[in-house]
């Protein structure tokens, strides 16, 4: 049976990856591959975030291999997060995605 990477491949298409989870108690982990997430998975981050107990206690580790939000995903995270700015922190070896992650600091200065 083919896989989901397999049929987006043979379409010419690269496949999307990303797997988000709550761990509860605040504790939100993110992980993405070198592209960046598809609305319908940012939807998924943004909905743990709403789900979170209190944005303001809530940490959200991010690893991701280049991958990453566009402005307009920047924009919809802001919106969600408000006043709350809760700690993030990510972990990647890419240039581009360290560069968004400073991007959204502006916004949530405990953005790491």
């Known amino acids: 049976?083919?896989?989901r990477a397999d049929k987006a491949s043979a379409a010419g298409e690269r496949p999307r990856g990303m797997l988000a989870k709550s761990l509860g108690g605040g504790?939100?982990?993110c992980v993405h591959r070198?592209?960046?997430p598809a609305d319908e998975e940012w939807n998924q981050i943004l909905a743990l975030f709403r789900g979170a107990p209190d944005l303001r206690e809530a940490r959200?580790?991010?690893f991701t291999l280049g991958g990453a939000p566009d402005a307009r995903q920047r924009a919809r995270l802001n919106t969600v997060?408000?006043?709350a700015k809760p700690r993030i922190a990510v972990i990647t070896p890419s240039a581009l995605a360290r560069a968004a992650g400073?991007?959204?600091?502006w916004f949530i200065p405990t953005a790491v």
């Open 102 to 105: 400073i991007a959204i600091s």
């Open 81 to 83: 997060v408000g006043d």
């Open 60 to 62: 959200i580790l991010v």
């Open 34 to 36: 070198d592209v960046a």
């Open 1 to 3: 049976m083919e896989s």
């Open 27 to 29: 504790l939100i982990i």
